[in-house]
């Protein structure tokens, strides 16, 4: 399967602010209509953001490491 992925990478840092918002106004709607599915692979809460990175750079976990603010 990964012989079919195209990766396209750019900085949301070079867009302008009007290509910005249609940016997030599309993944919105993406994510509100189930169309774009994300993994969240580990929950810590925010004292752990340590923990988080070395888990991301030893790529130890699959999904999105979320961390708990509240």
Known sequence: MRNSI???LFLVYDLSAAD???CL???NGLLQSN???HTVGR???LH???LG???SERGEVLGNIVLDIG
């Open 43 to 45: 929950r810590l809460p």
């Open 48 to 50: 752990d953001v340590a």
């Open 25 to 27: 106004a599309e993944l």
């Open 35 to 37: 169309r774009l599915i």
């Open 6 to 8: 195209t990766l396209r």
């Open 53 to 55: 990175h070395e888990l």
């Open 20 to 22: 910005r918002d249609a």
